[in-house]
């Protein structure tokens, strides 16, 4: 008769309430799992992007609680943590979907995460795809034992018909996390004479979701660099972006490196804050600020690379009293390799660059002659 039973219900799948868009799935042993054996959800926390889901309710012996009246917010495109608690000594296993299309079901591509088989505190990630969602949509969590009439996550049924477990419905609200991107991650200026200013280099800001969806994001340089909207414009340590349509597109960041009194070799950043951004994005700024008095002017037959293209060897030859040291970029201004070289020949191991176009010059010269080589 047991098993007459479950094979009922197993193909039954689920029932549908009068009046319920929703499947709510059948646990032929739902009074037993709440009342006797502890095949279902004690407690529930899930940690969100804005508010926590806490659900501690007792359950009522028919298997399912709509809790929809508890919610909190996530983000598309990121994980958070959930624990569930399952009182029994019984291994279980268990679910999450959202139903991100609000179209009254739970389809195989909208499940978010779930746990295998163990008993007690079950803790896990979901995670929600990097796809456009908005507004209040229903999240369902099944846990159902494992071995009796179960089926084990991942390939559990938001609808299926088992024995023993139970279901939960909840709400969240779904939205985008604001995202920026500063391009390129790094710039490197040439050598600037101590005391005085660079020209100018660009990053490009780029924004989407920001929160609200007008309001100022701040551009900010650190000590020794400065920041202007125009390449013409008046430079300082931070200025104020505006932003409307919770977008920002392709805008110019305008950099220049004001070289310190003091010879050597300086580092900062230019970031861009707010608009909701979780933290600031950065590019990584280099600059060199050298002495013009009695250094070396380079001409173009003091500084030779070869061979070129290169693969894993390039020789560097420079006149006795030309440069200190040399300084490798990339094709976008990122520097790639920064060493000291020797008067005459200098062999530099290259094997660990990417194939592509780079720039080698010396530092520590008053004027700035670069050359241009191939790593294949």
């Not at 909190?72 to 958070?80: E, T």
Request: glycine share 12%.
């Amino acid at each position: 008769m047991r098993k007459l039973l479950l094979l009922i219900i197993l193909c039954a799948f689920s029932l549908y309430s009068k009046g319920q868009s929703y499947c709510i799935p059948y646990f032929g042993g739902a009074y037993g799992s709440c009342a006797y054996y502890g095949f279902h959800v004690s407690s529930l926390l899930l940690v969100g992007a804005g508010g926590n889901i806490g659900d501690s309710a007792s359950c009522d012996g028919s298997g399912y609680l709509g809790r929809t009246a508890l919610s909190c917010n996530l983000n598309m495109g990121a994980s958070y943590n959930m624990t569930v608690v399952t009182p029994g000594t019984y291994t279980m296993s268990g679910q999450v979907w959202i139903d991100y299309d609000n179209d009254s079901t739970f389809s195989s591509s909208e499940s978010a995460g779930g746990f295998g088989t163990a008993s007690g505190t079950h803790a896990f990630t979901i995670t929600l795809p990097a796809v456009s969602a908005s507004g209040t949509h229903r999240m369902r969590v099944l846990v159902n034992d494992a071995h009796y009439g179960g089926a084990i996550y991942p390939s559990i049924s938001p609808c299926g018909g088992y024995y023993y477990g139970e279901t939960r419905d909840y709400s969240v609200v779904l939205g985008t996390a604001p995202v920026g991107y500063l391009a390129p991650t790094s710039l490197s200026f040439s050598p600037t004479s101590a005391g005085t200013t660079s020209t100018s280099m660009t990053c490009v800001f780029n924004g989407a979701y920001l929160t609200p969806s007008s309001g100022n994001l701040t551009v900010t340089a650190s000590s020794n660099f400065s920041v202007c909207s125009t390449s013409g414009g008046t430079y300082a340590s931070s200025y104020t972006l505006a932003y409307s349509g919770a977008a920002v597109s392709a805008n110019n960041i305008y950099v220049k490196y004001n070289a310190p009194a003091t010879s050597g070799y300086y580092t900062g950043t230019v970031c861009v804050s707010g608009g909701g951004l979780s933290a600031p994005v950065c590019s990584s700024l280099s600059g060199s600020s050298v002495i013009s008095l009695g250094m070396p002017a380079m001409q173009e037959a003091d500084f030779q690379v070869y061979p070129n293209p290169a693969t894993t060897e390039l020789y560097i030859t420079t006149c006795s009293t030309a440069g200190s040291g040399i300084s490798i970029t990339n094709s976008v201004g990122a520097e790639a390799m920064r060493q000291p070289i020797s008067a005459g020949e200098t062999r530099l191991n290259i094997k660990s660059l990417p194939a592509g176009v780079y720039y080698i010059r010396l530092t520590g010269t008053v004027n700035n002659i670069s050359k241009k080589f191939v790593k294949l």
